[in-house]
């Protein structure tokens, strides 16, 4: 994953660049990137690895070098950036969030046609954003080029580009990404998270549309492409990754959390009367049980504590035993709440299920009774196309898949895998049923597909569903690899 934020000011936009940027963090663990444009034209820029520290600790000591009344940064997971280009359309510095998926082809179809190397490229891959600049830099001016690169792109990509004394900012093809603009007396800033606009005096101008491009001055945001019909953004904003205090399409994350989680307890009432407390996995499965605790009339117990100060998110190194260390060593147990008790926990997702594993063997060994997991989303069948919040290698890194692997003894058609896609079906309880034994669960019940977009509110039709049932674009019918 990643986020952006830029900001256009009549006056110095350093500061509230960089805590805006900073605002971003829980989107991103490997680099931090800022670019200021200087009153003379000149373009400033930093950036930093911020996989073993936060992103203000890299950025303190040399924040106060930096001058000017516009510029843009990011947090990514991917590559360096923002980059700085010059081409015929001038010097500009550039940053994106998304996901390529026919990025070999333009890398080749660009040597073929005249273009000589890629200089940022890294671990024998291409940087995506120098890439998109490569694409921007052929249109006739920043939105041409800009237009041009989304309609190339095959996946998603939102995009900031600086260029003198303005900011222009993309929305994705398909608007799986949020791009949101706000507003106060003397300053305009492009977020991909409204978490950060209230502590720094930025109302909430307005979202932009699928595939939308504005120019942002200090004066004005003037819309140069029109939104396009057709918007899918990840439901899994609201679900993990989305920040509890963000809004995304008017619609709060928190909030949403609190529902969905209620829906799961109103579909658990024949267990709950055996239920000593509800604890979440945290952090963003915290909101989806105490959701949940409210309307089961349970209390919510923290059986575990997450130790914050030092350690990132576990689920973005590449490296499965990292991950692993990671996610033991920032759960701290609170012994008194484990002991002899039947516990139900909600989580936002299960993806591979190790970690899970490894957590439910541990509240066995203090003591606890049961364990019983409730997933505030479906099983996670698909690895997502659209955008990099995942490091799975294979399809066979998620449990679901996985569980579907074993029981079918190997491969499977696109028609049996539809049967395990329909909550209740007989393949479908067996699938679960799989799962709740790989992960030595009392009980294990996934949220359904319908009742998670209920919770969200926004229209079936606007979000992305891929992982969990196969659909893309305008709900067209499943397009499976098996």
Known sequence: ??????????????????????????LGTRRGGIAVARDNGGID?????ISNSQFRSKFDDEIGGFSGKCG???????????LIITSQLGTFAVCTVGKINNIDEIVEQAFASGCSHLSESGDGEPNPTEVVAMLISRGNTIAAGIEYAQRVIEGSCSILVLRGDRVYAARDRYGRTPVIVGRK??????????????????????????????????????????????????????????YPSSCYEGVNTESTRYRNGASMAEQDRDILKDIDSICGIPDSGVAHAVGYSNAAGKPYQRAFVKYTPTWARSFTPQDQKIREKVARMKLIPVDEQIRGKRLL???????RGTQLRDTVGWLYRRGAKEVHMRSACPPLVFGCRFLNFSRSRSELDLAARRAIWKLEG????????K????????KYERMVEEIRRELNLTTLKFQKLESLIKAIGVAPEKVCTYCWNGRDVENEAPEFEV
């Open 419 to 426: 049967e395990y896609l329909t909550y209740g079906s007989e």
């Open 345 to 351: 926990f909600c989580d936002d997702s299960i993806v």
């Open 1 to 26: 994953m990643g986020g952006f934020f830029g900001v256009v000011s009549s006056g110095d936009c350093v500061s509230d660049l960089y805590f805006g940027i900073d605002y971003h963090s829980h």
């Open 72 to 82: 843009i940064g990011v947090i990514s997971d991917t590559e360096d950036q923002p």
């Open 410 to 417: 190997g491969e499977v058609s696109c028609e049996v895998l």
């Open 45 to 49: 820029r930093s950036i930093h690895d």
């Open 185 to 242: 007396a003397d300053a305009f800033a492009v977020t991909m998270e409204t978490t950060a606009f209230p502590n720094l005096d930025y109302e909430l101008l307005r979202e932009l549309g699928p595939g939308e491009i504005v120019e942002i001055t200090a004066n004005e945001v003037r819309q140069l492409r029109t939104p396009g019909r057709t918007c899918k953004i990840c439901s899994f904003y609201w679900v993990y990754y989305g």
